[in-house]
């Protein structure tokens, strides 16, 4: 029978991707830990943690969801579970999680930023619709999960753009929302979750080799011109599977992902007490500032004077 429309129209709203987060300030043997958390779909919740130093002795896991999915954004970690199982975790692993009601804690090795998604129990099981091959033991009250695994290509891109995001406005928390959703769609063709429906590997593991080691010459040298022909010599990998490798494996151009860098580097040095907004373009490689400044705004939807740390 068809559902009346003013039913339909009339029903309450369970959730809002325009709201703002939540924040707070976990303690944990008196050291804190900064929480924003997004209000997602039902059951399942987006959150940023950042611990802002090294700590000598573990600390409680601040998450308390069913089941969760972690991105070490920046920094290293030990994480112990049960205090037996202990995971060494550095930026750009990925982490799966079920306490099942056995203590977890962590350590950050230096400053360090995590993002997850937390599920409650009947989202976890309605995660069986995007895996037909999702382990059982995911999904039992009873028994504990902790793993830790590296991420790379998309996955890798797509966990970075979001810990680059702020959820500060309309405008970012929409994109937290799909992006994360995005994220997790990648995470759930994983072989821990559908060993049968793997991510297809690159053709080689030389040429994965090879991609990575371009991403990350762009990472720590931002400021210069890459060119294509360089970057090819540098990797030794010829330009068109370069080319063709970096737009499959990473969801965008070898110079769309050099603009990505830029800009996130760019908004973390505005952020920074007495930025200067020619400074920055020009330590992110923009002698233009003009054409800097139309590029942030491309990236973030504001200028970058707008970024300026009041």
């Given at each position: 029978m068809e559902e009346p429309i003013q039913s339909a129209l009339t029903r309450e709203t369970t959730y809002c991707p325009f709201k703002a987060p939540s924040r707070s300030l976990a303690l944990s043997s008196g050291s804190p830990v900064e929480l924003k958390r997004f209000e997602q779909r039902p059951g399942m919740s987006f959150v940023r943690a950042t611990v802002s130093d090294a700590l000598a002795t573990a600390i409680d896991w601040p998450a308390r969801s069913f089941l969760q999915i972690a991105f070490v954004a920046r920094g290293s970690l030990l994480v112990l579970q049960g205090g037996e199982d202990e995971k060494s975790c550095q930026a750009g692993d990925w982490l799966l999680i079920k306490p099942a009601q056995v203590p977890l804690t962590f350590r950050p090795l230096e400053p360090t930023q995590l993002l997850w998604i937390g599920f409650d129990q009947q989202a976890s099981q309605g995660l069986t619709g995007f895996s037909d091959t999702l382990s059982p033991k995911l999904i039992d009250s009873s028994t504990p999960h902790l793993s830790n695994h590296p991420s790379t290509g998309r996955l890798l891109s797509i966990a970075l753009e979001l810990a680059a995001l702020e959820g500060d406005n309309t405008r970012e928390r929409l994109l937290i929302e799909s992006k994360s959703l995005e994220w997790l769609a990648l995470i759930l063709d994983q072989p821990v979750f559908s060993p049968c429906r793997a991510i297809a590997p690159l053709r080689d593991a030389r040429e994965a080799n090879a991609l990575a080691a371009a991403a990350r010459l762009m990472e720590q040298r931002y400021s210069e011109e890459h060119s294509i022909?360089?970057?090819?010599?540098?990797?030794?990998?010829?330009?068109?599977?370069?080319?063709?490798?970096?737009?499959?494996?990473?969801?965008?151009?070898?110079?769309?992902?050099?603009?990505?860098?830029?800009?996130?580097?760019?908004?973390?040095?505005?952020?920074?007490?007495?930025?200067?907004?020619?400074?920055t373009a020009n330590a992110v490689g923009y002698s233009n500032p003009s054409h800097f400044a139309r590029a942030f705004k491309q990236a973030f939807g504001i200028n970058p004077s707008e970024a300026i740390a009041s």
């Amino acid at each position: 029978m068809e559902e009346p429309i003013q039913s339909a129209l009339t029903r309450e709203t369970t959730y809002c991707p325009f709201k703002a987060p939540s924040r707070s300030l976990a303690l944990s043997s008196g050291s804190p830990v900064e929480l924003k958390r997004f209000e997602q779909r039902p059951g399942m919740s987006f959150v940023r943690a950042t611990v802002s130093d090294a700590l000598a002795t573990a600390i409680d896991w601040p998450a308390r969801s069913f089941l969760q999915i972690a991105f070490v954004a920046r920094g290293s970690l030990l994480v112990l579970q049960g205090g037996e199982d202990e995971k060494s975790c550095q930026a750009g692993d990925w982490l799966l999680i079920k306490p099942a009601q056995v203590p977890l804690t962590f350590r950050p090795l230096e400053p360090t930023q995590l993002l997850w998604i937390g599920f409650d129990q009947q989202a976890s099981q309605g995660l069986t619709g995007f895996s037909d091959t999702l382990s059982p033991k995911l999904i039992d009250s009873s028994t504990p999960h902790l793993s830790n695994h590296p991420s790379t290509g998309r996955l890798l891109s797509i966990a970075l753009e979001l810990a680059a995001l702020e959820g500060d406005n309309t405008r970012e928390r929409l994109l937290i929302e799909s992006k994360s959703l995005e994220w997790l769609a990648l995470i759930l063709d994983q072989p821990v979750f559908s060993p049968c429906r793997a991510i297809a590997p690159l053709r080689d593991a030389r040429e994965a080799n090879a991609l990575a080691a371009a991403a990350r010459l762009m990472e720590q040298r931002y400021s210069e011109e890459h060119s294509i022909a360089n970057l090819s010599r540098a990797v030794h990998l010829n330009e068109f599977k370069l080319k063709r490798g970096f737009k499959e494996h990473y969801g965008t151009t070898i110079f769309g992902y050099l603009r990505k860098v830029r800009m996130e580097k760019a908004r973390e040095m505005l952020r920074s007490p007495n930025a200067s907004v020619i400074e920055t373009a020009n330590a992110v490689g923009y002698s233009n500032p003009s054409h800097f400044a139309r590029a942030f705004k491309q990236a973030f939807g504001i200028n970058p004077s707008e970024a300026i740390a009041s």
